[in-house]
């Protein structure tokens, strides 16, 4: 099966007719029927396929106990409404790559794997890369029995309800101990490739970046009948603290969003009585982004004693900055031939997680438009088309040398 083949048979799952975005959720029937796929492909091409006591799937060239092995893949679920190639280009592009190996009767020397990793983008449970997290015991299976999505299922229920054991999940460092190397292919979330002119590029590094939960607390009461100056209103207290992130991130070269938000009683005649934010924030280096989360929380505190509301903040989630595998990453320049352009990335991946248990690197594909986690999300099939290349370049590289 082609590349394109490939993508179309997967392009329909957990799309939105409305937004023409993927909804594809961990543990839902979405999040199943990509499982069926990923499957499906592993065995039409007869390689050993197994699913983790996390829940990631993996797909073996050869002996899944052999050591050594160089792993690639990436991951399939979406962010709310998400594009098509952010997780799922990485997946595709890795079993195509197998095939091209394949077609250059190649033998590797080690044991090759695909793998699929579980709830990359967290937009069910709020964390990112629980899958990975688990497999390299960045994750507590305490603190995963503990998430909840948006309804209050937990995720043990959830995976339950899919078919999968929660009381397995945890650490699984014999499978990470026979890994040599892990190498991710993913779309580009930026312009720099386009930039250059590049079809593909090498990663150098992961910036830090984490996840806040802003809770103000103040006072609900009837829209209509409240003088402003008797409110106790969270919502001028929200607003105020998303223009100061905003204005942190640009004065330091940084970025910081508040991109989803909850209210209660959320009634359009009601002040309300709670607002509650999730800050996302991401900057080069580890002192930048303290400096710049401090301040949003300064300010938002300061502004939140003038509104008289409470103001709680969780640290939901972070991972500091991940170098990849410097000979790892130059290995991979030599493989592709020089002159491929190194470049860092403020967005979160598996290949961030697993770094600090296996060495790992990735390869980045163009995206013209740098637009990411959006239906608009967008790479040329002669540059998917040239990943692919450049992925089995690096798998006989690797695997056969």
Known sequence: MTFHEMWAQLAPIGRHPGSGGYRRYAWTGADADCRTWFQEQAEARGLSYETDRNGNQWAWLGDPLGEGAVVTGSHLDSVPDGGAFDGPLGVVSSFAALDELRARGVEPRRPVAVTNFGDEEGARFGLACVGSRLTA??????????????????????????????????????????IGAFVELHVEQGRALDLTGDAVGIASAIWPHGRWRYDFHGEANHAGTTRLVDRRDPMLTYAETVLTARREAELAGAVATFGKVSVEPNGVNAIPSLVRGWLDSRAADQATLDAVTAAIETAARERAERDGVDLTVVRESFTPVVEFEHALRDELGKILGGGVPVL??????????????????????????????????????????????????????????
Do not use: Q, W
């Open 137 to 178: 015991g960045r994750l507590t299976k305490r603190d995963a029995h503990e998430l909840r999505d948006g309804d209050g299922i937990t995720l043990p229920r959830a995976m339950e309800a899919a078919g999968y054991d929660p009381d397995a999940i945890g650490p699984d460092p014999e499978r990470l101990a026979r």
């Open 344 to 401: 860092g990335t403020g967005a979160g991946h598996d290949a961030g997680i697993l770094s600090a248990s296996v060495p790992t690197a990735m390869l980045f594909v163009r995206n013209p438009t740098g637009v990411s986690h959006s239906p608009a999300e967008f790479a040329a099939e002669d540059d998917c088309v040239a990943g692919v290349h450049a992925l089995a370049d690096v798998l006989e590289g690797l695997a056969c040398g």
